[in-house]
Nanobody
Framework: QVQLVESGGGLVQAGGSLRLSCAAS??????MGWFRQAPGREREFVAG????????YYADSVKGRFTISRDNTKNMGYLQMNSLKPEDTAVYYCAVNLFDSRLTWTEYAMDYWGKGTLVTVSS
């Protein structure tokens, strides 16, 4: 019931910045999160936001470097990534939980997923 399309991935050098976007359509939802999966690793939580309250959450690995935000009028979510490191290289996915705006940020809590966008950070 929610369609999500990520964009903005690409190749960036270490220390650079990149802004990911997630266009949402369909029914309303409570929370949006960004997750990432690197080769050989499990999908991990990156950042999340309560859609209405704008309360944000971050994984320790990106705290202080990444900023999650949203624009209600456009049904767009964003992930601003600064001071990128090679270890940030991964496919980044946006996902939403339909009802719970206060949830434990695991992939299993999310209801709908985008197809992902690849972020590659070179040294």
């Amino acid at each position: 019931q929610v369609q999500l399309v990520e964009s903005g991935g690409g190749l960036v050098q270490a220390g650079g910045s990149l802004r990911l976007s997630c266009a949402a359509s369909g029914r309303t939802f409570g929370s949006m999160g960004w997750f990432r999966q690197a080769p050989g690793r499990e999908r991990e939580f990156v950042a999340g936001i309560q859609w209405l309250g704008e309360i944000t959450y971050y994984a320790d690995s990106v705290k202080g470097r990444f900023t999650i935000s949203r624009d209600n009028t456009k049904n767009m979510g964003y992930l601003q990534m600064n001071s990128l490191k090679p270890e940030d290289t991964a496919v980044y996915y946006c996902a939403v939980n339909l009802f719970d705006s206060r949830l434990t940020w695991t992939e299993y809590a999310m209801d709908y997923w985008g197809k992902g966008t690849l972020v590659t950070v070179s040294s």
